[in-house]
Each structure stands twice: as structure tokens, then as C-alpha cells.
């Protein structure tokens, strides 16, 4: 919270600097690009959208009707061509409807996260993928082993997240950073705990639970093993992906092959 603050400050700050120290010109949220744009955020945004919208705009944004709340999956809206504009509509609504909008007091981050979560609706804003879906299915549980720690549809192994509807939640882009830099966007669900013995033996896998006195492992069998803190293991959190990167052991149109396999996989198709 500290570093977004003195981010902020700094920005008004060299603008100030830019408009040859004039007094900074006033900027407004709804002006700037969306700071609020990671997984998490579409995660809080699709929450918040939950609580406070889906009454008129129906659980998944796709609409009751036009006068209870009209479909926001298309990525067009009639109030909006931009993020700033959604930001606007969400905060100050359509004048004489029913969307009312948050009102002027709304907390900016979270106006960002639900157009965030908006944005995210619609899958082909990204582009379509290139490569063959057919080609990426045997790459997945052929040459590139991802069946290995990940289901889908029910097969294959739990070391990483289920991918039976990964196309809903990934656009293409975030897909191919996905092959490419697992480490991008990790969340604390996908660390890695190493814990040492005495006689220097080492347990490494996932991180599945921890509080003050114990944590658990799943190692790469998917077998839990359990430790204390205070015994005589040492253990060492590891912030980094157990999933490899592709950049180099795929070729480009492996990975594109990949994606458009993984974009094909929906909840409705
Ligand atoms: C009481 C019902 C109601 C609630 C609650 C509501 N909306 Fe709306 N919303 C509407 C209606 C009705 C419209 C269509 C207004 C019009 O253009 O006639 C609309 C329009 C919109 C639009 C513009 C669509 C376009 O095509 O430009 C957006 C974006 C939107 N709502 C987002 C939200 C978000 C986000 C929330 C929650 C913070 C929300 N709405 C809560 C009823 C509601
Ligand atoms: C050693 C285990 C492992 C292997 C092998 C592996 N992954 Fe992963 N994968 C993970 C883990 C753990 C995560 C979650 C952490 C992260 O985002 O890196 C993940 C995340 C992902 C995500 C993001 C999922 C989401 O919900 O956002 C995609 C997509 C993905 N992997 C695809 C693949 C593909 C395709 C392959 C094969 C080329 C592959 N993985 C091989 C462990 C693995």
C-alpha cells in the first residue's frame, strides 16, 4: 500500500516537473490506463461483481434483459469505448436508468478491478490463436509431458492448476507468458517448500499448507508429508513456479500449438 502511495505521489510529482512547475494539473482516475490488471485483479473484480452487480447484470455478466441489465461479456458496451469510459460508467452510471453506478466515492482500485473483470469476459479481445488446437493436445500429453502435473477433463496429475476450463480465465496473450514465464504471475498457492534433514535430506514440492508451527509439502509423487517447524528440519520457501519455462524446449509453433489448444478448452465451447 506504502509503495503504490509514493508511486502515486511521484507521478504528480514529475508531472509537475513536466508542465514546467506550473501547478500539477489535477489527474483524474478515469483518465489513466488501468493500474489494476493481474489475475488477482480480475479474481476481486469477478467478486465484487458478484456482491454488487449480479442482481441486474445476471452471475456471469451475460445479462437478464435490457431493462434489468443488458449482457457485458461482448467486449462492445454503448456506454464505453474504452477502459476510462467503463471506469466512468461503472462509478457514475447511465444517467436515467437503473445503473446507478458506485457514486463518487467509490474506491478507485475496485472500479478498476470490475472493468478488469469485465475486460476479461470477453475471450477474443486477445486475438484468435494460430496454431493447431489438435497438434497442442498431443504436445500436451505427449513431447511436452504437461499432463504430468496438469488435469484436464479428469486426467492427468494435480502439481499444478486444473486446465479443463483454462480458456474461460486466460486470454491468449496471458497464455503464451503462461508457457513461456511461469513465474510472471505466481500465486502463494504454487510455491515450493524445500525442507532439509539432519543428515542433509531433501524433501522439495508444493507448498500446501503452512501456519506457525507446521507446514506440508506434496512432492512430485502428489504424497503429503507433513513437518514441524521446531524439529530438527530446516525448510526454505521457494517463490518460484515448479512448472518449467517453454521459452527454449518448444519451438514457436509448438507453443502456439499449445495455446490454441488451451484457448479451446471451455466451459461452453
Ligand atoms: C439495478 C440494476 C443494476 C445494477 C445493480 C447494476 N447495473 Fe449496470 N446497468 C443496468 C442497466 C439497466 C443498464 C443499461 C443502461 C442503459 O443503457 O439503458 C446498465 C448498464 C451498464 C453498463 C454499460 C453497458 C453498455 O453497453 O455501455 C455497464 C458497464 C454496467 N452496467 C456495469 C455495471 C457494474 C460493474 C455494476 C456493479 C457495480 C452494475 N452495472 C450494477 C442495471 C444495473
Ligand atoms: C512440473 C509441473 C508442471 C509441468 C510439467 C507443467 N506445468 Fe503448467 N503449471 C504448473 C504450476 C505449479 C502452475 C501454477 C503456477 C504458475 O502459474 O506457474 C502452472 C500453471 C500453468 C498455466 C496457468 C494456469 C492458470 O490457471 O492460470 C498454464 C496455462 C499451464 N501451466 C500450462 C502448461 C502446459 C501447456 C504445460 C506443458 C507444456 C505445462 N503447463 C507443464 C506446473 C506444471
Given at each position: 500500500?506504502?509503495?503504490?502511495?509514493?508511486?502515486?505521489?511521484?507521478?504528480?510529482?514529475?508531472?509537475?516537473?513536466?508542465?514546467?512547475?506550473?501547478?500539477?494539473?489535477?489527474?483524474?482516475?478515469?483518465?489513466?490506463?488501468?493500474?489494476?490488471?493481474?489475475?488477482?485483479?480480475?479474481?476481486?473484480?469477478?467478486?465484487?461483481?458478484?456482491?454488487?452487480?449480479?442482481?441486474?447484470?445476471?452471475?456471469?455478466?451475460?445479462?437478464?434483459?435490457?431493462?434489468?441489465?443488458?449482457?457485458?461479456?461482448?467486449?462492445?458496451?454503448?456506454?464505453?469505448?474504452?477502459?476510462?469510459?467503463?471506469?466512468?460508467?461503472?462509478?457514475?452510471?447511465?444517467?436515467?436508468?437503473?445503473?446507478?453506478?458506485?457514486?463518487?466515492?467509490?474506491?478507485?482500485?475496485?472500479?478498476?478491478?470490475?472493468?478488469?473483470?469485465?475486460?476479461?469476459?470477453?475471450?477474443?479481445?486477445?486475438?484468435?490463436?494460430?496454431?493447431?488446437?489438435?497438434?497442442?493436445?498431443?504436445?500436451?500429453?505427449?513431447?511436452?509431458?504437461?499432463?504430468?502435473?496438469?488435469?484436464?477433463?479428469?486426467?492427468?496429475?494435480?502439481?499444478?492448476?486444473?486446465?479443463?476450463?483454462?480458456?474461460?480465465?486466460?486470454?491468449?496473450a496471458d497464455l503464451e507468458t503462461d508457457?513461456?514465464d511461469p513465474d510472471a504471475e505466481l500465486?502463494?498457492?504454487?510455491?515450493?517448500?524445500?525442507?532439509?534433514?539432519?543428515?542433509?535430506q531433501v524433501v522439495e514440492g508444493l507448498?500446501?499448507?503452512?501456519?506457525?508451527?507446521?507446514?506440508?509439502?506434496?512432492?512430485?509423487?502428489?504424497?503429503?508429508?507433513?513437518?514441524?517447524?521446531?524439529?530438527?528440519?530446516?525448510?526454505?520457501?521457494?517463490?518460484?513456479?515448479?512448472?518449467?519455462?517453454?521459452?527454449?524446449?518448444?519451438?514457436?509453433?509448438?507453443?502456439?500449438?499449445?495455446?490454441?489448444?488451451?484457448?479451446?478448452?471451455?466451459?461452453?465451447?
Amino acid at each position: 500500500m506504502g509503495t503504490r502511495l509514493s508511486v502515486r505521489w511521484t507521478a504528480v510529482a514529475l508531472l509537475a516537473t513536466l508542465t514546467g512547475g506550473a501547478a500539477p494539473a489535477l489527474t483524474f482516475a478515469q483518465d489513466a490506463d488501468n493500474p489494476y490488471t493481474s489475475r488477482l485483479d480480475v479474481r476481486t473484480g469477478r467478486r465484487l461483481f458478484g456482491a454488487q452487480c449480479s442482481t441486474c447484470h445476471g452471475l456471469n455478466a451475460a445479462g437478464g434483459n435490457e431493462s434489468t441489465g443488458p449482457d457485458l461479456t461482448t467486449g462492445r458496451f454503448r456506454h464505453a469505448d474504452s477502459d476510462a469510459g467503463l471506469f466512468r460508467v461503472i462509478r457514475d452510471g447511465v444517467r436515467s436508468t437503473s445503473m446507478l453506478g458506485l457514486g463518487a466515492d467509490a474506491d478507485e482500485q475496485s472500479v478498476w478491478q470490475l472493468v478488469t473483470y469485465l475486460r476479461s469476459l470477453d475471450v477474443t479481445a486477445g486475438g484468435t490463436p494460430t496454431g493447431s488446437a489438435e497438434a497442442g493436445q498431443q504436445l500436451f500429453t505427449g513431447k511436452g509431458n504437461c499432463a504430468g502435473c496438469h488435469m484436464v477433463n479428469g486426467r492427468g496429475q494435480r502439481l499444478g492448476p486444473d486446465l479443463s476450463f483454462v480458456g474461460d480465465r486466460r486470454a491468449l496473450a496471458d497464455l503464451e507468458t503462461d508457457l513461456a514465464d511461469p513465474d510472471a504471475e505466481l500465486l502463494p498457492r504454487w510455491w515450493t517448500m524445500r525442507a532439509t534433514g539432519p543428515n542433509g535430506q531433501v524433501v522439495e514440492g508444493l507448498r500446501m499448507d503452512e501456519d506457525t508451527f507446521t507446514f506440508r509439502i506434496m512432492d512430485a509423487e502428489e504424497k503429503l508429508r507433513a513437518f514441524s517447524k521446531y524439529g530438527d528440519w530446516t525448510y526454505e520457501r521457494i517463490q518460484r513456479s515448479t512448472m518449467p519455462g517453454y521459452a527454449d524446449t518448444l519451438t514457436a509453433d509448438e507453443r502456439n500449438d499449445l495455446v490454441a489448444y488451451l484457448f479451446s478448452l471451455r466451459s461452453e465451447p
